[in-house]
């Protein structure tokens, strides 16, 4: 299952979520989930949306493995299944992700990506676990927004 080119719609990633979970949970092995969802302050319109949406799901299919799975699950959120990527392994991808990000410019519009990022089994063991406990710190923010980097992550 090679998904580096290929984003998937939120029915299809959910099911290859269950099935991650699933191999998890039979070989005894980790894998971690991180979402991404673009916030936007003010009242601008919903094409300036998707295209910074598609803006960061570039910035992100040149930087996953190819084995990691990326999915479009919310009208704007993006989903990445990191299979095999344990506790420290997702540490390492939060640091380069979040330094990435900080980088990332939206263009003129203003808005904030918000950064989650959970381990298998570490802090959830079940889809529904893993889907609560995906919420986390505000990492990037565009010209006028502040950016903090000091709120902790989920269960670290």
């Known amino acids: 299952m090679l998904s580096r080119n290929h ?90 992700l979040n330094s990435l990000i900080k980088e990332f410019r939206l263009g003129k519009d203003e808005f904030k990506i918000s950064f989650h990022l959970v381990c298998f089994p570490t802090e959830g063991t079940d889809m529904a676990e893993i889907l609560n406990n995906l919420e986390g710190r505000i990492i990037n923010a565009s010209k006028r927004w502040r950016k903090d980097s000091k709120t902790p992550r989920v269960n670290q």
């Open 7 to 96: 984003v998937f719609e939120r029915d299809e990633f959910f099911r290859l979520l269950d099935l991650e979970i699933k191999r998890a949970r039979r070989y005894q092995n980790f894998f971690s989930v991180m979402r991404f969802a673009l916030h936007e302050n003010g009242a601008r319109g919903t094409t300036v949306r998707a295209k910074s949406l598609n803006s960061l799901v570039k910035l992100l299919k040149g930087e996953i493995r190819e084995t990691d799975v990326l999915g479009h699950t919310k009208k704007n959120e993006i989903m990445i299944i990191l299979p095999y990527c344990d506790s420290s392994g997702a540490d390492i991808v939060d640091s380069r």
